[in-house]
């Protein structure tokens, strides 16, 4: 994917992670043949993808609002994921959509940008989101003004 050597994508994590303190920013695809959500930019991470059984960014793409999950660790659908317990021994998570518009009616959603720390976060709120989703919507820009990307989705505005 051409997108993973991005220098406009990699900065962005850095400037989410920067922003919000705190200790890995990703920008995944969903590649649904593989079954893997591919890390195209991250700061933080080390691994280029991971099962989307293992991902929390699967529950982002199909939602319009971004989600917070501010305990990993106690929350009890979460605790045991690798992802908390080994990988990122990450305790937050906040994830937003990657959106496409095509039109009025129909929208491309195609990832996430998200954002993990080792700590609980209780006190983050969807308010705290705003920044979050606008670096969402310069990600979204971006992608498509790469050649894999088809042409109907490079011509429709973001957002």
């Keep these: 994917m051409e997108a993973r050597n991005s220098e406009t994508l990699r900065l962005i994590t850095e400037e989410v992670t920067d922003k919000y303190k705190m200790s890995y920013c990703s920008v995944t695809i969903e590649n649904k043949l593989d079954r893997r ?24 793409i199909g939602r319009d609002l971004p989600i917070i999950i ?34 009025e009616q129909l929208q491309l959603r195609a990832g996430a940008l998200c954002l993990l720390d080792t700590k609980a976060h209780p006190e983050f709120s969807l308010k705290d989101t705003d920044y979050l989703i606008e670096k969402a919507a310069e990600v979204t820009n971006h992608l498509k003004t790469f050649n894999n990307c088809p042409e109907h989705l490079r011509s429709s505005p973001a957002f």
């Design 70 to 103: 501010d305990s990993l660790s106690t929350n009890p659908r979460y605790q045991d994921s690798i992802v908390v317990t080994g990988i990122l021994n990450a305790d937050f998570y906040c994830g937003t959509p990657l959106i496409w518009k095509l039109n």
């Design 37 to 60: 959500q591919e890390f195209v930019a991250a700061t933080g991470l080390s691994h280029d993808s991971m099962h989307m059984d293992q991902s929390f960014a699967t529950l982002v």
